[in-house]
């Protein structure tokens, strides 16, 4: 998988994905990840890719140029054969398991990360990306929600974790909310592990896992509890 971010904050993308789970894919080599500035493809002196907004309003707008400029030379580098291109928009549809899981399947995923006031329509309409959200709020930038859709793609791809049974076992994976889980020692602070955890009989282990996930699924998240019951 490569991933491809276009960004004015390259660093905060480099500084990331060094770490944990991305970062060991990085080192063996089952992702590449590569922060393109849009600011380098400014046309003007100074470098700058923001102007006023057309029609008032606070704050800035990203140029259309130097972001159509940016993705055309980085299309002509890759090429565009089973590439997904993503906006990072309060616009777009919700981010969720499922729509990661799909992606994983990409060659390469490009990251159009705005920031200010967001980017010229013009360039979107361009572009034509896949308007992408993670949530109702407002964030400063593309950059946090990218790296967040990178670590949730990159945890699919064959070889990411420890063991492929660990993506099997995650929350959303089967449509519940993660179970509770325990490690040594068995009491601490008065607390005890659940009995059937320490008894070595897989078949109770799962019911109960599958009880307790069906318990928090529909307590935290009863949407999700109901389409899975209408399953």
């Known amino acids: 998988m490569n991933y491809h971010v276009m960004t004015l904050f390259p660093e905060l993308i480099e500084n990331t994905v060094n770490h944990s789970i991305t970062g060991r894919a990085l080192k063996n080599g089952i992702i590449t990840v590569n922060a393109v500035n849009i600011r380098d ?12 907004i057309y029609g008032g309003g606070s704050g800035m707008l990203i140029q259309a140029e130097p972001v159509w400029l940016c993705y055309q030379d980085l299309i002509k580098k890759i090429g565009n054969g089973n590439t997904r291109v993503l ?12 729509i990661a899981n799909a992606l994983a ?13 967001g980017i010229d329509e013009r360039a979107i309409e361009l572009i ?13 930038g593309g950059e946090l929600p990218a790296i967040l859709m990178m670590d949730a793609i990159t945890r699919q791809l064959p070889g990411a974790l420890g063991s492929d049974d ?30 059937v955890l320490l008894s070595g009989n897989h078949k ?27 399953k």
């Open 41 to 52: 493809y400014s046309q003007n002196k100074t470098h700058h890719v923001d102007d006023y």
């Open 87 to 98: 906006y990072m928009s309060p616009r777009g549809k919700t981010f969720n398991q499922s």
């Open 105 to 117: 399947h990409n060659d390469n995923i490009i990251f159009l990360c705005g920031h200010y006031e």
């Open 128 to 140: 034509n990306p896949v308007h992408m959200s993670i949530g109702d709020f407002v964030l400063t």
């Open 166 to 195: 660990s993506a099997l076992d995650e929350s959303f994976y089967n449509g519940l909310l993660e179970y509770p889980q325990y490690t040594r020692p068995p009491k601490y602070e008065g607390l005890s592990v659940p009995e």
């Open 204 to 230: 109770l282990i799962e019911e109960w896992r599958r009880t307790k996930a069906l318990e928090i699924t529909k307590n935290n998240r009863p949407d999700m509890y109901e389409r899975y019951i209408k």
